[in-house]
């Protein structure tokens, strides 16, 4: 008996099918032609499920991220449209070699078919919603809106297109059209997911700073001969502040912000994070995008993992250029007020008219990943820069306390006497300045993950309701005879005559194209900052 009868009688007992025939190769160019099919079939499906599953994450974090560029918003997409190609390819594929056991199934059965399009849509969007729900802080209510209407289009396309293909793949195993699919569907699907990604840019065009930086806004103030200190402590809350000699210690209501720089930001600038626009320590920079990338969610494993190992992104600490307005002694020191920074979140060493800025990279190189150095070190910089030249407004940003308290992993022993040694420093600092001349504001907040009040104490008379940390900026620009901005939700804690102006524009350095030094990065690392 031939090998030619022994098939035939094999397949007329039902032991031999056309398909099983074709995948062990007995029909090698047909069984090629399948592996085509099926990966042309996949391909098609794939990026019509990639266009649409890139317009609800790249909305998210459009909103979360404003302002971007075109080119950000361009090579965010195809990171985000490239990866969701790639994770469709590979799920229709494997769905497919599946059903090719029973290729009729989704066609004479539709509720199979149904049920399998929205099972394999569903992973899509529950993907989605997961990274969603992996951000810092809740959605807004239109990001809310705009992210729920396009995830449900890209759930509802995704069903279609995974039935589309499912049909396409069975259609071509069987030789049979039914009437579901005689009509394509692709074309339009293409046209409609293009013209959603081009309004993708409208946000990014709208956003696009025409304007050119002019002089500081001129305004009146009042004449006064005070020199002020205020003294930044991260992790210092009320309850921990009881235990210390403070001057007139009251609570503090925190601000409530992301992150440690968004805090701080809020506190020497008077303004909420959505307008100084500082979130985040450190921040994904795109290739060839001059935005750092800060809100992100913590599941990203594109924008964190993928894009910069392909080079199309790299992470960095937070430069001193996304700030979007000035700190109140910026605001002085443009206006001949001699002001002195020490160690605060996005600033920069600078020497500039009557301002000396000193920044956290000079800072945190010099501590060597030691937190107390990091407060030792900034106290020396400020009185060394007292002693020389007495600056009217002194501020200085001392973090050790927060590190300890809540970023380094140290047992109970070493962490209370480690905090016991940065407390004692705070009063060193304090008492430094304070006999210098000095009146001195001492303003406490709660770590990240940390408990308790806010704290405020004043060597001044200041006021004594309820206060928050947003009052602290008025509070300076009372002292110093400034007006307060209306941009400020706070109020002074001082009694102050002068009225409010609009604003006090936007900062005049934000467009200068800053990096920080890899050394930086490495030692946020080291105390916590970064994980």
């Not at 959605?139 to 759930?155: C, D, R």
């Not at 569907?185 to 293409?190: E, I, L, T, W, Y």
């Not at 907040?445 to 308790?452: C, F, I, T, V, Y």
């Amino acid at each position: 008996m031939s090998v030619d009868d022994l098939r035939q009688q094999l397949k007329d007992r039902g032991y031999l099918t056309r398909g099983i025939e074709r995948w062990f190769a007995l029909d090698p160019w047909r069984s090629r032609a399948f592996w085509v099919e099926l990966t042309i079939v996949a391909a098609k499906a794939a990026i019509l499920i990639g266009a649409f599953a890139l317009l609800p994450l790249v909305a998210i974090m459009l909103f979360r991220n404003r302002p971007l560029t075109g080119w950000e918003t361009l090579v965010m997409a195809l990171l985000y449209g490239g990866s969701a190609i790639i994770a469709g390819f590979a799920l229709l594929l494997m769905v497919a070699l599946i059903l090719k056991l029973r290729p009729a199934l989704v066609i004479d059965t539709p509720r199979a078919l149904l049920s399998i399009s929205f099972a394999a849509s569903a992973l899509f969007t529950i993907a989605i919603a997961l990274w969603w729900s992996r951000f810092t802080s809740p959605p807004s209510l239109a990001e809310l809106a705009a992210g729920l209407i396009l995830i449900v289009v890209a759930f509802l396309i995704s069903t279609i297109v995974v039935s589309a293909a499912l049909l396409s793949f069975s259609i071509y195993e069987l030789q049979r059209v039914p009437a579901i699919h005689q009509k394509s569907r692709g074309v339009p699907m293409s046209i409609a997911a293009a013209i959603l990604t081009a309004l993708l840019f409208l946000p990014a065009y709208a956003a696009q700073d025409r304007s050119a930086a002019g002089p500081p806004i001129q305004v009146v103030t009042t004449p006064t001969s005070r020199h002020v200190a205020l003294i930044a402590v991260d992790g210092l809350t009320y309850e921990i502040a009881r235990a210390r000699p403070f001057p007139m210690l009251q609570p503090l209501a925190t601000v409530r912000a992301r992150s440690t720089t968004e805090r701080w930001a809020s506190v020497g600038t008077g303004v909420p994070p959505l307008l100084h626009g500082v979130h985040s320590v450190d921040g994904v920079r795109l290739r060839g995008g001059r935005h750092l990338i800060q809100a992100l969610s913590s599941i990203d494993v594109v924008l964190h993992d993928l894009a910069p190992a392909i080079g199309l992104a790299h992470r960095e600490a937070l430069p001193p250029t996304v700030r979007r307005r000035d700190f109140a002694w910026e605001i002085f020191a443009a206006r001949g007020v001699p002001s002195l920074s020490v160690n605060w979140w996005t600033t920069d060493d600078v020497r500039s008219g009557a301002l000396e800025s000193v920044g956290q990279s000079s800072i945190f190189a010099a501590a060597g990943g030691d937190p107390l150095q990091l407060d030792s070190g900034a106290t020396k910089r400020a009185l060394a820069s007292i002693d020389r030249w007495h600056p009217r407004l002194v501020a200085v940003y001392l973090p050790a306390l927060d590190v300890i308290l809540n970023r380094l992993p140290l047992d109970r022993s070493t962490q209370l006497a480690e905090s016991v040694q940065a407390l004692d420093g705070i009063g060193a600092a304090v008492a430094a300045i304070r006999s210098r001349g000095y009146d001195v504001i001492v303003i406490g907040l709660p770590g990240d993950r940390q408990s308790g009040s806010g704290m405020l104490a004043s060597t001044i008379d200041l006021a004594k309701r309820p206060a928050g940390a947003y009052d602290v900026a008025p509070t300076v620009c009372a002292l110093m005879g400034f007006p307060a901005s209306s941009e400020m939700p706070g109020t002074p804690l001082i009694q102050s005559e002068l009225p409010r102006i609009a604003t006090y524009g936007s900062r005049a350095a934000q467009r200068e194209k800053v990096r920080l030094s890899n050394e930086y990065y490495e030692n946020l690392k080291s105390l916590g900052y970064i994980r």
